[in-house]
T-cell receptor
Framework: QQPVQSPQAVILREGEDAVINCSSS?????VHWYRQKHGEAPVFLMI?????EQKGHEKISASFNEKKQQSSLYLTASQLSYSGTYFC???????????FGSGTQLTVLP | DGGITQSPKYLFRKEGQNVTLSCEQN?????MYWYRQDPGQGLRLIYY???????QKGDIAEGYSVSREKKESFPLTVTSAQKNPTAFYLC?????????????FGNGTRLTVT
């Protein structure tokens, strides 16, 4: 079953903050986050692992609440380059591969 | 530079024809994946392979077939049995399982079937 992302779309001014949420109906082992610009390939942002470990390489933070089966992506002081569609990909114990949400379209305006 | 190459970028076919999408990686990754993306939708898994000569169905495998004869190559065939094949197809690879290893995506093939 596909995870639920919210909001579906958000428009920001440069420098503002945003939070994107991802909820799953299944117990999670890890959560991936990717950003995709129009017509391009998704780009890896972060992996959050059960137990709190994070693996990522961008100036974006995230949280992973195992009990609530939720993850949130925090974009602070947004830049124009942050525009794109953000996808979460939770990995549950019953699934062997990622199931992606339908995405959150983020637009950062000057 | 290492990466994933998908070709062609755009592909047009007539209904009823099979078509094969190419995916090659030089990252030395064990696992490879095919995803389908429809407008405004997320990515849906078609097939994946964690080792040469082995592959598994994903969520939407009907109407598709794959092979994994070489570590670096994972071609996808869209058969005439696929009822709605027009979509954006993304190939990806990962070093290990997706628990703690990120997916590296190719630039995609946009398939249009008329």
């Amino acid at each position: 079953q596909q995870p639920v992302q919210s909001p579906q779309a958000v428009i920001l001014r440069e420098g503002e903050d945003a939070v994107i949420n991802c909820s799953s109906s299944k117990a999670l082992y890890s959560v991936h986050w990717y950003r995709q610009k129009h017509g391009e390939a998704p780009v890896f942002l972060m992996i959050l692992l059960k137990g709190g470990e994070q693996k990522g390489h961008e100036k974006i933070s995230a949280s992973f609440n195992e009990k609530k089966q939720q993850s949130s992506l925090y974009l602070t002081a947004s830049q124009l380059s942050y525009s794109g569609t953000y996808f979460c990909g939770p990995l549950s114990g019953s699934a062997r591969q990622l199931t992606f949400g339908s995405g959150t379209q983020l637009t950062v305006l000057p | 530079d290492g990466g994933i190459t998908q070709s062609p970028k755009y592909l047009f076919r007539k209904e009823g024809q099979n078509v094969t999408l190419s995916c090659e990686q030089n990252l030395n990754h064990d696992a490879m994946y095919w995803y389908r993306q429809d407008p405004g939708q997320g990515l849906r898994l078609i097939y994946y392979s964690q080792i040469v000569n082995d592959f598994q169905k994903g969520d939407i495998a009907e109407g598709y077939s794959v092979s994994r004869e070489k570590k670096e190559s994972f071609p996808l065939t869209v058969t005439s049995a696929q009822k709605n094949p027009t979509a954006f197809y993304l190939c990806a690879s990962s070093d290990r399982g997706t628990y703690n290893s990120p997916l590296h995506f190719g630039n995609g093939t946009r398939l249009t079937v008329t």
